[in-house]
């Protein structure tokens, strides 16, 4: 833990006080999806595909319906058909077409898991009861579920209507390739004629789920008016409002959503899946319904992040030089298209300063569960790839490592291969920090070895409302509306605290339902600290500009002579009089005399998200014998723009790089001959434990964002970029052997081993 | 089927149920009895979320069964703070940031209790294994073990 730069230079910014919601959370008071009910709630329960593809040629309801206690049942035709329209989910993007289909199967079962029926009743055995009266006859099709054999020709199709958009010659013929997206800086032909050293590899990664602990739930409560009420943890209440408005063709004003606090999301709750159902099935049954999911379900159908196949070309001079570079990125959608393909391509490259790129990625479904965000969508496929193929650049030429992306790195001026050019950004500086870091001065242990990896991120901003209101006594309550997924009541409490000029305790943040605050984008993309700061600091500002209006007004002056300092109204000067400084309590208290309540709002699209980036170190031994991995050591740096609670923010980074190393050593979705997932729990899906890891050292490298008052920069996503490819390089350094397949499990690992031996040096 | 009938104390309280015989302890302290600190993130006893204590053994409670309780003494996280004093572990959760989205909190929690109650002095390697039947997806551990040994560290001295 390094001490933040800005320590001294706030009062509040940098510190790190208690949050305001840590009381509830270690007591068991916080309530989470499934801790909400309503009086005569029903459980409602979901009948899911047993294909991976299949034909549903009719569904018979009718025995279910009959079942004493079950209220309600709705099927495809309770839905309303929805018009081809892409509408936006935070970094992602999705069909309405496709959402309703998603939600509930209409033509066809697409994946194992998808939804064909749901049910509401007295209790929830009643309700599993009526799912197996429900009489499903499916005509069984083939099915696909690797990327490679998706874009075959003769594929199996999933759906007849989708002609790939941006081939060249235009698509005819329907297949699984349902985009085609290219980039291209320079001439990478005619940089590869410079080169001097080539490489070229082909990697691919598996399907990997969030994971978070905290299935999803639902509860929904309509009424005979049209009303409807939903709590739901949801990393985004405006978005599930705005889907189920589209879905259910109700009124945005008729659907108020409370967000309950969220178990972890991490991207894979910014889309709906439970509510249209329980909305409808209480529409139909009249009582609230409450529906959750189990880990089974999870895993089986919502998520995932995909896997994808990358092939990468790297040529540089002699003297280490990058002068070309080509990539290829075929990544699985699920069943619907919409793959982060597009963040995949724009991020391969960006952590460098390369005059020549072209870079190619494919979109393609096949018979998964619709893939979702999950921290830096997409980027984490390109950059095992990329770092993987630097590193082995990097031995080519007998480079240090670090030296040789500093000697490529990006900086302000920097032109990306999508067209932007980066203003002030901090990959060289972040470089600099694991250069000098103890961990990198520090001689690998005997038996270990080192690897190391960069990662880039865009951040985003977006839509954020807020606002802040006196109470009687002074106190402030903040206002916004994004879920509070890993501290960021405290963050926007110590800038409202900052730039108020009182208390952090004198700040209540309150996260709003969809009724109480205007609109807020979904807590993602790495804005809410950013741009729902922003919001926050705006409402703050024009809070202030009320509060000198009223003492203005109680001193007879001029608001112009009016000037706000630490917490305080104060004259601007001798020349405005002499009055004795008003606090917040001072105003509150005579604010039926000057003007009535005291509130500041603001509403902001926010632009000018600070990129990230991050460097990655670890040391690691391989058991030779089984191929278990062990992580001895390992840091995390990243340009983090301004750390607002350092804590949360190296808390960002530690679990980032966690889940990385999950996703390097054990994480994937593992499928049967039938296209039928195998380790839908767990137990088989193995993610991290406490005693996998040793502690995750954190450098907060602050390159302030010029774009926000305070200098912040999302910090959520960049730290799952760089792990994949740190391990993957530490591997091949300790063993000579050159991982290109995602997971680099025990299995996997030890059969790598065995088929490299005797020969050691792979590369 | 008739209910059963089952006389436990819970966090001390004398406390009475009907339970059906298949349902789990975890269901009746969470939809019967409001207890919903403990929470379901798998129904399998894979990510401890649900972890309570049943006569000083450390259990998912979604593994057992609500009629085990009879007679028991079962303590979860409603109980662990005494009165309006949080638990030297629950401050230092909140003080270290060892929680972020929290839905795994009381799980951690009690299992640290309990490792603390058998074991004042842990090293790093032991609370990493005794909480490894504990999953926590956002703060790769480190925090949660940082707090573990300091209040480990606090209770030891303030007991000298």
């Given at each position: 833990?390094?001490?933040?730069?800005?320590?001294?230079?706030?009062?509040?910014?940098?510190?790190?006080?208690?949050?305001?919601?840590?009381?509830?959370?270690?007591?068991?008071?916080?309530?989470?999806?499934?801790?909400?009910?309503?009086?005569?709630?029903?459980?409602?329960?979901?009948?899911?595909?047993?294909?991976?593809?299949?034909?549903?040629?009719?569904?018979?309801?009718?025995?279910?319906?009959?079942?004493?206690?079950?209220?309600?049942?709705?099927?495809?035709?309770?839905?309303?058909?929805?018009?081809?329209?892409?509408?936006?989910?935070?970094?992602?993007?999705?069909?309405?077409?496709?959402?309703?289909?998603?939600?509930?199967?209409?033509?066809?079962?697409?994946?194992?898991?998808?939804?064909?029926?749901?049910?509401?009743?007295?209790?929830?055995?009643?309700?599993?009861?009526?799912?197996?009266?429900?009489?499903?006859?499916?005509?069984?099709?083939?099915?696909?579920?690797?990327?490679?054999?998706?874009?075959?020709?003769?594929?199996?199709?999933?759906?007849?209507?989708?002609?790939?958009?941006?081939?060249?010659?235009?698509?005819?013929?329907p297949s699984n390739i349902a985009k085609r997206i290219e980039f291209t800086k320079g001439d990478s032909k005619a940089g590869f004629a410079k080169a001097e050293i080539v490489i070229e590899r082909d990697y691919t990664t598996q399907a990997v789920h969030q994971g978070y602990i905290e299935p999803h739930a639902a509860l929904a409560s309509a009424s005979e008016d049209g009303q409807v009420q939903v709590w739901s943890t949801t990393q985004g209440h405006f978005q599930v409002r705005g889907f189920c408005s589209r879905l259910l063709n109700i009124d945005t004003s008729q659907i108020r959503v409370t967000p309950t606090?969220?178990?972890?999301?991490?991207?894979?709750?910014?889309?709906?899946?439970?509510?249209?159902?329980?909305?409808?099935?209480?529409?139909?049954?009249?009582?609230?319904?409450?529906?959750?999911?189990?880990?089974?379900?999870?895993?089986?159908?919502?998520?995932?992040?995909?896997?994808?196949?990358?092939?990468?070309?790297?040529?540089?001079?002699?003297?280490?030089?990058?002068?070309?570079?080509?990539?290829?990125?075929?990544?699985?959608?699920?069943?619907?298209?919409?793959?982060?393909?597009?963040?995949?391509?724009?991020?391969?490259?960006?952590?460098?300063?390369?005059?020549?790129?072209?870079?190619?990625?494919?979109?393609?479904?096949?018979?998964?569960?619709?893939?979702?965000?999950?921290?830096?969508?997409?980027?984490?496929?390109?950059?095992?790839?990329?770092?993987?193929?630097?590193?082995?650049?990097?031995?080519?030429?007998?480079?240090?490592?670090?030296?040789?992306?500093?000697?490529?790195?990006?900086?302000?001026?920097?032109?990306?291969?999508?067209?932007?050019?980066?203003?002030?950004?901090?990959?060289?500086?972040?470089?600099?920090?694991?250069?000098?870091?103890?961990?990198?001065?520090?001689?690998?242990?005997?038996?270990?070895?080192?690897?190391?990896?960069?990662?880039?991120?865009?951040?985003?901003?977006?839509?954020?409302?807020?606002?802040?209101?006196?109470?009687?006594?002074?106190?402030?309550?903040?206002?916004?509306?994004?879920?509070?997924?890993?501290?960021?009541?405290?963050?926007?409490?110590?800038?409202?605290?900052?730039?108020?000029?009182?208390?952090?305790?004198?700040?209540?943040?309150?996260?709003?339902?969809?009724?109480?605050?205007?609109?807020?984008?979904?807590?993602?993309?790495?804005?809410?600290?950013?741009?729902?700061?922003?919001?926050?600091?705006?409402?703050?500002?024009?809070?202030?500009?009320?509060?000198?209006?009223?003492?203005?007004?109680?001193?007879?002056?001029?608001?112009?002579?009016?000037?706000?300092?630490?917490?305080m109204a104060k004259p601007a000067g001798a020349n405005v009089g002499t009055f004795e400084p008003l606090s917040i309590a001072d105003l509150a208290a005579q604010a039926g005399r000057t003007g009535g309540p005291i509130n500041g709002h603001a509403q902001l699209n926010v632009t000018g998200a600070g990129p990230g980036f991050g460097v990655h170190c670890v040391d690691l031994a391989v058991d030779r014998d089984t191929g278990i991995v062990t992580v001895g050591r390992y840091t995390a740096a990243q340009d983090v723009g301004t750390a607002i609670h350092p804590s949360y923010v190296e808390g960002q980074l530690q679990g980032g790089a966690v889940q990385g190393i999950g996703w390097a050593l054990n994480e994937e979705y593992i499928y049967n001959s039938k296209g039928l997932l195998q380790n839908a729990g767990f137990l088989d899906y193995r993610m991290p434990v406490a005693s996998d890891l040793p502690m995750i050292e954190t450098i907060l490298v602050e390159v302030p964002n010029p774009s926000h008052p305070y200098g912040v920069r999302g910090v959520g996503e960049v730290p799952i970029v760089p792990p994949t490819a740190a391990v993957?390089?530490?591997?091949?350094?300790?063993?000579?052997?050159?991982?290109?397949?995602?997971?680099?499990?025990?299995?996997?690992?030890?059969?790598?081993?065995?088929?490299?031996?005797?020969?050691?040096?792979?590369? | 089927?008739?209910?059963?009938?089952?006389?436990?104390?819970?966090?001390?309280?004398?406390?009475?149920?009907?339970?059906?015989?298949?349902?789990?302890?975890?269901?009746?302290?969470?939809?019967?009895?409001?207890?919903?600190?403990?929470?379901?993130?798998?129904?399998?006893?894979?990510?401890?979320?649900?972890?309570?204590?049943?006569?000083?053994?450390?259990?998912?409670?979604?593994?057992?069964?609500?009629?085990?309780?009879?007679?028991?003494?079962?303590?979860?996280?409603?109980?662990?703070?005494?009165?309006?004093?949080?638990?030297?572990?629950?401050?230092?959760?909140?003080?270290?940031?060892?929680?972020?989205?929290?839905?795994?909190?009381?799980?951690?929690?009690?299992?640290?209790?309990?490792?603390?109650?058998?074991?004042?002095?842990?090293?790093?390697?032991?609370?990493?294994?005794?909480?490894?039947?504990?999953?926590?997806?956002?703060?790769?551990?480190?925090?949660?073990?940082?707090?573990?040994?300091?209040?480990?560290?606090?209770?030891?001295?303030?007991?000298?």
């Amino acid at each position: 833990m390094n001490a933040p730069s800005t320590t001294g230079k706030y009062k509040w910014i940098g510190t790190r006080p208690d949050r305001p919601d840590g009381a509830d959370k270690v007591t068991g008071r916080a309530r989470f999806g499934a801790d909400f009910n309503l009086p005569g709630q029903l459980i409602g329960k979901v009948l899911r595909s047993p294909h991976a593809h299949a034909l549903i040629k009719s569904i018979d309801i009718s025995k279910a319906e009959a079942l004493p206690g079950v209220k309600a049942v709705v099927i495809a035709k309770d839905f309303p058909e929805q018009p081809n329209l892409i509408v936006p989910t935070g970094e992602m993007q999705v069909n309405l077409r496709d959402v309703t289909r998603n939600v509930m199967a209409r033509e066809k079962a697409l994946y194992e898991g998808h939804p064909v029926a749901a049910v509401a009743a007295l209790s929830e055995t009643i309700a599993k009861q009526a799912l197996a009266l429900i009489k499903v006859d499916y005509k069984v099709l083939p099915h696909v579920i690797d990327v490679a054999e998706a874009m075959k020709p003769d594929a199996p199709l999933l759906h007849d209507h989708l002609l790939t958009e941006g081939a060249n010659p235009p698509a005819t013929k329907p297949s699984n390739i349902a985009k085609r997206i290219e980039f291209t800086k320079g001439d990478s032909k005619a940089g590869f004629a410079k080169a001097e050293i080539v490489i070229e590899r082909d990697y691919t990664t598996q399907a990997v789920h969030q994971g978070y602990i905290e299935p999803h739930a639902a509860l929904a409560s309509a009424s005979e008016d049209g009303q409807v009420q939903v709590w739901s943890t949801t990393q985004g209440h405006f978005q599930v409002r705005g889907f189920c408005s589209r879905l259910l063709n109700i009124d945005t004003s008729q659907i108020r959503v409370t967000p309950t606090e969220i178990g972890g999301g991490f991207g894979g709750k910014t889309v709906v899946y439970l509510e249209p159902l329980a909305i409808r099935l209480s529409q139909k049954a009249g009582k609230p319904v409450k529906m959750t999911m189990t880990r089974e379900e999870v895993f089986r159908a919502s998520g995932p992040a995909p896997g994808g196949n990358v092939k990468v070309k790297i040529g540089a001079t002699k003297d280490g030089r990058i002068v070309a570079a080509e990539c290829t990125v075929e990544m699985q959608a699920g069943a619907f298209p919409g793959s982060p393909v597009g963040p995949s391509c724009m991020c391969s490259f960006a952590c460098y300063d390369i005059d020549n790129m072209y870079i190619v990625g494919f979109d393609v479904v096949s018979n998964r569960p619709k893939v979702a965000a999950y921290r830096a969508p997409g980027a984490p496929i390109s950059a095992w790839a990329v770092e993987s193929t630097i590193d082995i650049l990097a031995q080519r030429l007998n480079m240090d490592p670090i030296e040789l992306r500093l000697k490529n790195a990006a900086k302000k001026g920097t032109k990306t291969a999508y067209g932007v050019t980066f203003n002030t950004i901090g990959m060289v500086e972040t470089l600099e920090a694991i250069k000098n870091s103890d961990h990198y001065k520090t001689p690998v242990k005997p038996g270990f070895a080192r690897g190391v990896a960069a990662g880039f991120w865009f951040n985003i901003g977006a839509d954020s409302s807020a606002a802040s209101h006196v109470g009687e006594d002074g106190s402030v309550t903040v206002i916004s509306g994004n879920p509070d997924i890993g501290g960021s009541r405290a963050s926007l409490a110590l800038m409202a605290a900052e730039e108020l000029g009182v208390d952090y305790d004198k700040v209540r943040p309150v996260i709003a339902d969809t009724a109480s605050i205007g609109f807020n984008f979904v807590t993602g993309g790495s804005r809410v600290t950013f741009a729902t700061g922003l919001a926050v600091v705006n409402s703050v500002r024009d809070l202030i500009r009320e509060l000198k209006v009223r003492a203005a007004k109680i001193w007879k002056v001029d608001p112009d002579g009016v000037i706000w300092e630490n917490g305080m109204a104060k004259p601007a000067g001798a020349n405005v009089g002499t009055f004795e400084p008003l606090s917040i309590a001072d105003l509150a208290a005579q604010a039926g005399r000057t003007g009535g309540p005291i509130n500041g709002h603001a509403q902001l699209n926010v632009t000018g998200a600070g990129p990230g980036f991050g460097v990655h170190c670890v040391d690691l031994a391989v058991d030779r014998d089984t191929g278990i991995v062990t992580v001895g050591r390992y840091t995390a740096a990243q340009d983090v723009g301004t750390a607002i609670h350092p804590s949360y923010v190296e808390g960002q980074l530690q679990g980032g790089a966690v889940q990385g190393i999950g996703w390097a050593l054990n994480e994937e979705y593992i499928y049967n001959s039938k296209g039928l997932l195998q380790n839908a729990g767990f137990l088989d899906y193995r993610m991290p434990v406490a005693s996998d890891l040793p502690m995750i050292e954190t450098i907060l490298v602050e390159v302030p964002n010029p774009s926000h008052p305070y200098g912040v920069r999302g910090v959520g996503e960049v730290p799952i970029v760089p792990p994949t490819a740190a391990v993957g390089n530490a591997i091949a350094r300790a063993t000579g052997v050159r991982m290109v397949d995602l997971p680099m499990s025990p299995p996997r690992l030890s059969e790598a081993l065995d088929a490299a031996t005797p020969r050691m040096a792979a590369e | 089927m008739a209910k059963i009938h089952i006389t436990t104390t819970i966090n001390g309280a004398p406390t009475e149920f009907l339970c059906e015989p298949q349902q789990t302890l975890l269901d009746v302290l969470r939809d019967q009895l409001g207890l919903t600190g403990s929470k379901e993130g798998c129904g399998s006893g894979d990510c401890g979320a649900c972890t309570v204590t049943i006569d000083g053994r450390l259990v998912c409670s979604c593994l057992v069964l609500a009629p085990e309780a009879e007679g028991a003494k079962i303590e979860t996280i409603e109980g662990m703070a005494d009165g309006d004093t949080l638990h030297p572990l629950q401050k230092k959760f909140i003080e270290m940031a060892a929680l972020q989205c929290g839905i795994c909190t009381p799980g951690f929690l009690m299992a640290s209790k309990s490792l603390l109650e058998r074991n004042p002095n842990p090293t790093e390697t032991e609370v990493r294994y005794w909480l490894a039947g504990n999953l926590c997806r956002c703060t790769g551990y480190d925090k949660i073990i940082t707090a573990v040994l300091d209040v480990a560290a606090e209770m030891r001295e303030s007991a000298r």
